[in-house]
């Protein structure tokens, strides 16, 4: 049987998809085939079900859940650090009112995550890559990074309004930011769909467990970045959180999704339950 596994174009997600890439992880009468897109991109495909299984933003998730189940491995989380607001200028007030921001997706969960520490600003939504050029041009007063934006922005000269990884950490007392997760198809059924967690899970395994092999594929995705700080990266997005949600990774993403249902910010409440 062929099984697609979709994911952003990204160093983290490349290197958690090393050991499918490099052939050490494989089931036999499996044929896995990997597609690379931005994350808005896929959160798209999710919704005509695209792929069997595939990478969404947990924002996404909350649209999804009746067509995708949770995987328990393959989850990107910022533990103190993540999607960084940022300006060309330092911002005069803390509040965004009327603050025109570049945002990489509706959908993405740096959104959600921006709208739960403040809903007033308005928005522009942008590729994720272009975002800080169109903060450098004026043509936003701020603008959302994500990816490999978050360790660059000081030295392209801009200023951090908020990272949201921090902010979340401080008012949650420790929970890390839940991002991004990997989902698979109800559709495959229950035993389907255990053999290929149990593929994903091996193949995070081989990556970590091969770490200097997988920096080394997974440099090719770093847009950019030298090796090192490609290693560092990766280190932020693929770790035991990826391998297994845990405790913390669970009550972590409850608590945002629940937040998000509070306040409006998604249609439904959203059962954290996994394969």
């Not at 200097?212 to 090796?227: H, I, P, S, W």
């Not at 090192?228 to 913390?248: E, H, I, K, S």
């Amino acid at each position: 049987m062929k099984i697609t596994v979709a994911h952003s174009p990204d160093s983290d997600d490349a290197f958690m998809f090393f050991g499918l890439a490099s052939g050490a992880v494989h089931v036999d009468g499996l044929e896995v085939t990997q597609v690379l897109a931005d994350i808005e991109t896929l959160n798209r495909a999710a919704f005509e079900g695209r792929y069997e299984v595939t990478a969404v933003s947990f924002h996404a998730y909350a649209h999804l859940v009746d067509r995708y189940a949770l995987l328990p491995h393959g989850a990107s989380m910022g533990d103190r650090y993540g999607p960084v607001l940022v300006s060309r200028r330092p911002l005069t007030t803390p509040s965004l009112d009327g603050v025109r921001v570049g945002v990489p997706g509706r959908l993405t969960s740096a959104f959600l995550a921006l709208q739960l520490y403040d809903p007033s600003f308005d928005y522009e939504i942008i590729p994720f890559d272009q975002i800080q050029q169109a903060v450098a041009d004026g043509w936003v007063d701020a603008g959302l990074l994500i990816h490999e934006g978050q360790m660059t922005y000081q030295a392209d000269g801009f200023h951090k309004v908020v990272d949201l990884g921090e902010w979340w950490f401080d008012r949650t007392g420790g929970l890390p930011l839940p991002l991004g997760g990997n989902v698979i198809r109800r559709d495959l059924g229950p035993d389907l769909m255990r053999t290929v967690s149990t593929m994903l899970h091996a193949s995070i395994g081989h990556a970590l467990s091969h770490r200097e092999a997988a920096v080394d594929y997974a440099q090719q995705f770093g847009r950019g970045l030298n090796r090192r700080d490609t290693d560092a990266f990766v280190g932020m997005y693929v770790n035991q959180l990826t391998l297994d949600y845990g405790a913390r990774g669970r009550a972590a993403l409850s608590r945002f999704l629940g937040e998000a249902f509070e306040k409006g910010l998604i249609p439904r409440p959203v059962p954290v339950e996994f394969v």
